[in-house]
């Protein structure tokens, strides 16, 4: 199935590779105009206005709770009946610590709150509620991405492995360019159009 686009594209892969494209330009404008440092880190506000700077141009969704039940497999994420009260909790969870941040990326990970775009989205803010708190950022060059892809979906259970990965791969180059763009890279996502089942529970 291919999602509703601005583009009027109605092939899947068609549509990934220019929402990939468009994406990623936007992701550098967010960047370099320094609009991305302006923004309060950690509030569902600011992933939501990161959600729709990226994907304005091609979806209506862009920057807006979605409003279908998703699973991916046997996983469900967060039912929509419960969303935005889960989103209310999760931006009040700590944030001033490594383990802190990385729980509450978890949970936001879970609450999937986009029809699409969440993995680039929640990357953003998470660098973002990092550089602000403990003066750092995942150099995700340094991260294999069928690892990331596993304890990712393993993270609601067992949170160790993605802490692990994104705590070996922690640099102080929160001015790097080229460090930011590579969180933004597609294929770290398991979002793709085929994974995502529309659950009407």
Known sequence: ????????????????????????????????????????????????????????????????????????????????????????????????TFDEIVEKYVEMNVAHPFREGNGRSTRIWLDLIFKKEIGMVVNWSLINKEDYLLAMERSPIRDIEIKHLLKTAMTDKTDDREIYMKGIDHS????????YKIKNL
């Open 1 to 96: 199935m291919t999602l509703e686009n601005k583009l009027g594209i109605t092939d899947s892969a068609e549509l990934a590779r220019v929402e990939e494209r468009i994406s990623k330009k936007k992701a550098a404008t967010l960047y370099d105009s320094g609009y991305l440092d302006t923004l309060t880190p950690g509030t569902w506000t600011t992933l939501a206005e990161i959600h729709r700077y990226l994907f304005e141009d091609i979806y209506d969704f862009a920057g807006k709770m979605r409003n279908v039940n998703l699973a991916k497999g046997y996983f469900r994420f967060a039912s929509l009946m419960y969303l935005e009260a889960a989103l209310k909790t999760i931006e009040k969870m700590p944030q001033s």
């Open 188 to 195: 770290y996502n398991y979002e793709g159009y085929s994974a």
